[in-house]
């Protein structure tokens, strides 16, 4: 399902000049190996489009560095600082939820989310 949604963001930028993507992603989190994947991974293929409509970035916190980065395995680093939220924007409509565009959040949760729609500022 993941990767339905980068084929299908990815067609689009083709067929939209316009459109813009911009993705912020936790290091921690978006780097962690899960069944031989991981959202970086699976996010490769629009970065490969060689676009500079397409931005990709981690955000890594300062307090995971040095020997304590070196010596946490993947999933134990989470527990020093997670960037956890999740904002999408599309046009003029902001979405807070606390779900991850992930198969389990497609198929077997139910989360809140808030919308905002017509705010053309925040979202730009």
Not at 6 to 32: F, H, N
Not at 54 to 61: A, K, L, V
Not at 99 to 110: E, K, P
């Amino acid at each position: 399902m993941e990767k339905k949604l980068v084929e299908e963001v990815g067609a689009t930028m083709r067929s939209q000049e316009r459109l813009r993507v911009k993705i912020l992603l936790d290091w921690c989190r978006g780097t962690r190996i899960v069944e031989d994947e991981s959202s970086a991974s699976i996010l490769a293929p629009l970065k490969s489009q060689k676009t500079e409509r397409c931005r990709i970035s981690m955000y890594h916190t300062p307090h995971l560095r040095g020997w304590l980065k070196r010596l946490l395995p993947s999933k134990l680093n989470e527990m020093v600082g997670l960037q956890h939220c999740k904002v999408y924007v599309f046009d003029d409509t902001v979405i807070m939820s606390g779900a991850n565009l992930s198969r389990d959040y497609f198929s077997n949760r139910q989360d809140r989310y808030v919308v905002i729609e017509g705010c053309s500022g925040p979202a730009d």
